[in-house]
């Protein structure tokens, strides 16, 4: 089980590099907060890895938790309001909104206690890990399935304005990617609420290469648009 998240988080760092590449030419703020999800993404594979390797900690388990089940989706989600919204003051204000919410997360996830005779198994369940499990779930709960929910919304709704124009063709294949990709990583929470280290490694991992896939085939050049569309 230790191959999956530990070739999640490679993957993970990789996606990322492309995005700093990617931002060093266009110096877009989607790409850095992009950069920022899968850079926790990362982090929360490597939690995972270390953990099925050589047993949990206590402080594994909060990066695991504050970088998977807390705050990666919601940068995302972010970058994605970066990307479609026009109101630069929304974007602020929103962005103002990701740091407060990474702030308060932060502090909740380093005090909250860590029932140690929880971390002996593969995958520690949030219901016996936190001795205040209802908070930490439903502080993941708000933060992940808000932004899972816009993310999805977001990138179904771009998928679907390209889906006629074929020289935006890996455009729309890649969104869709992205999309399947997010879903995959959700669906994911259900094996880690329970704890099977199994099913929760192999969600991690196919779920961060389609996404993978996506951005690689929507980055690729598509067709020249029709001459009515060029300008």
Not at 145 to 153: Q, S
Not at 156 to 181: D, K, P, Q
Not at 201 to 227: D, E, H, I, Q
Request: proline share 3%; net charge positive; with cysteine.
């Amino acid at each position: 089980m230790w191959v999956l998240p530990l070739a999640a988080a490679l993957i993970a760092l990789v996606f990322a590099s492309l995005l700093v590449k990617q931002f060093a030419a266009r110096r877009q703020p989607f790409q850095i907060l992009w950069t920022a999800a899968l850079a926790m993404y990362a982090a929360a594979s490597f939690a995972v890895f270390l953990g099925v390797v050589s047993g949990w900690s206590a402080a594994a388990y909060r990066t695991y938790w504050l970088f998977g089940a807390v705050l990666n989706v919601p940068y995302l989600a972010v970058g994605e309001f970066h990307l479609l919204a026009e109101s630069r003051k929304l974007k602020v204000l929103v962005t103002c909104a990701l740091v407060l919410v990474s702030a308060f997360a932060l502090v909740a996830v380093l005090r909250a206690d860590v029932t140690a005779s929880a971390l002996s198994s593969d995958l520690p369940s949030s219901k016996c890990a936190w001795s205040t499990e209802p908070t930490m779930r439903l502080l993941a709960s708000v933060c992940s399935y808000l932004a899972y929910a816009y993310l999805l919304a977001g990138t179904a709704w771009s998928a679907w304005r390209m889906r006629g124009a074929s020289h935006l063709r890996n455009r729309f294949l890649g969104t869709l990617g992205i999309a399947v990709g997010a879903t995959i990583v959700a669906a994911g929470s259900a094996f880690a609420v329970k704890g099977i280290a199994a099913g929760f490694s192999l969600t991690l991992a196919t779920g961060v290469a389609v996404m993978f896939w996506g951005f690689l085939r929507a980055s690729k050049p598509g067709a020249s648009p029709p001459l009515g569309n060029q300008g």
